[in-house]
Each structure stands twice: as structure tokens, then as C-alpha cells.
């Protein structure tokens, strides 16, 4: 049997055939581009207005709010070796990383400051895009993207608010779920949220999962496709 033969009877394997529907379908693609190859190509234009290169167009601050996202990122990822999602064991994991844990005093803090300048950063730049009027046709879309990673984010400083489960987080987030239940549908909200009580094991567990998986995922989506838009927006380059 021929070397041809022999290839055309192998069965093709999973990410083969992933690769063939993502690429049939342009989903493949689509990820590279907004995910990847826009953001690179953002960081380095080939083509940049010469009134865009002062810095005081855009103090950088989209770019330094996604540079902290990323310490963000890695230090909490870091905090997830040691902390145990669990009413009972939560405050103590945390005593634990702080005592025990070389460098866990440093990773917490640097977590949580990096989170303050996360917020920061963000509102800053949303008041520089006010100020230089940004927001305005054709970055209208860019702007909804923005308002939108904006509440995300807020979201995601919230439920990691609960984690550490001390005094302070527990009655923080005790008010901050009250006045959800005020809102249009806010009973409905808050029984997604808290379906048993306040730093119960399953409000926790709901807490956790968003803070470590779903919002991050939702955060790092939005901020592709908003450098994707910065991209499609010609003639604001860099537009950080």
C-alpha cells in the first residue's frame, strides 16, 4: 500500500477535525484575529496619525488598565493554589497564605491593588474618552464594548469581595446584594446569586465560580473585541 493510501486511511484525530469545522465555519479565524493578530497589530501600527503619537492623546491608560488586568490575572491564579472555597475553611486558607506561604502576603496585596488600579485606570480612561469626545461616530460601537467591560469589571471586584469571608466581606457584600433586590427583577437576580444566604457554601461556590472563570473569560472577550474595533476604526492609531 502506497504512502498516499496509508495517509488517506489514517483516521483523522479530534483536533484535526476541530480545525476543519473551525476553519469551514471562519470561527478559527475569527479568534485569531480578534484575540491575537489585532491586538498585536494594535501594539504596533504600520500606519500612526503623527497628532496621535503625543502622549497626552491618550495618557496610555486602556493600555495600563489591560496591563494590570493581566497582573490580575496572574496573581490570582497563583491565589488559587492555597485558598479553599468553603464558608468554614475560606478566612483560614487566607490566614494560612498570609503565615505560611512564601510570598502569599506579597501575591494577596499585589491582587488586591492591582484590582484598585484596575478600577482606576478604567475610570480614567472612560473620563478621557468622555473629555475628547472618543465616544462619537464611527466608535459609538466601541463605546457600548467599553460601558460594558467597565460593569464587568465592577461585577467581578464584587463577587471576589466575598472570598476572603472576614467581617468586612461578609456585611460589604451583605448591602451590596440588599440593594440589588431593589432594582427592576432584583429578587430574581438575587436568588441566582445568593440562593441559600449571605457566604452560605452554595452563594460562595456561585461567587467563586464567577470570580475565577466566568467573568475573567467575559473581561478578556470584551477587551479582544474592543482592540478588534479600535483596529476596524482607521485613522486613530494608537488608540489606547
Not at 495600563?64 to 496572574?74: E, Q, S
Not at 445568593?194 to 466566568?214: A, E, M, N
Request: glycine fraction near 8%; charged fraction near 15%.
Amino acid at each position: 500500500m502506497s504512502r498516499e493510501t496509508l495517509c488517506e486511511a489514517r483516521p483523522p484525530g479530534l483536533w484535526r477535525d476541530f480545525r476543519l469545522w473551525s476553519t469551514a465555519t471562519g470561527l478559527l479565524s475569527a479568534i485569531e484575529r480578534i484575540m491575537f493578530r489585532d491586538f498585536v497589530k494594535h501594539l504596533f501600527p504600520r500606519v500612526v496619525l503623527k497628532r496621535n503619537l503625543r502622549f497626552t492623546y491618550t495618557l496610555c491608560l486602556g493600555g495600563l488598565a489591560f496591563t494590570v488586568l493581566l497582573v490580575l490575572l496572574v496573581s490570582g491564579s497563583l491565589l488559587l493554589f492555597h485558598y479553599e472555597p468553603a464558608p468554614d475553611r475560606a478566612y483560614a486558607s487566607i490566614l494560612v497564605l498570609e503565615r505560611d506561604v512564601w510570598g502569599g502576603i506579597y501575591i494577596r496585596n499585589l491582587h488586591r491593588l492591582s484590582s484598585h488600579l484596575f478600577f482606576a485606570f478604567i475610570f480614567m480612561h472612560t473620563v478621557r474618552v468622555l473629555l475628547t469626545g472618543a465616544y462619537q461616530r464611527p466608535r459609538q460601537l466601541n463605546w457600548v464594548i467599553g460601558c460594558g467591560l467597565m460593569a464587568l469589571a465592577i461585577f467581578a471586584g464584587y463577587t471576589g469581595y466575598l472570598l476572603p469571608m472576614d467581617q468586612l466581606a461578609f456585611w460589604a457584600t451583605q448591602t451590596g446584594t440588599e440593594l440589588l433586590r431593589t432594582l427592576p427583577c432584583g429578587d430574581s437576580l438575587y436568588g441566582i446569586l445568593v440562593p441559600d444566604q449571605v457566604g452560605g457554601h452554595l452563594s460562595l461556590l456561585r461567587f467563586y465560580i464567577l470570580h475565577i472563570t466566568i467573568l475573567p473569560l467575559a473581561i478578556l472577550g470584551f477587551s479582544g473585541l474592543h482592540f478588534y474595533r479600535v483596529r476596524k476604526n482607521r485613522g486613530v492609531l494608537p488608540y489606547l
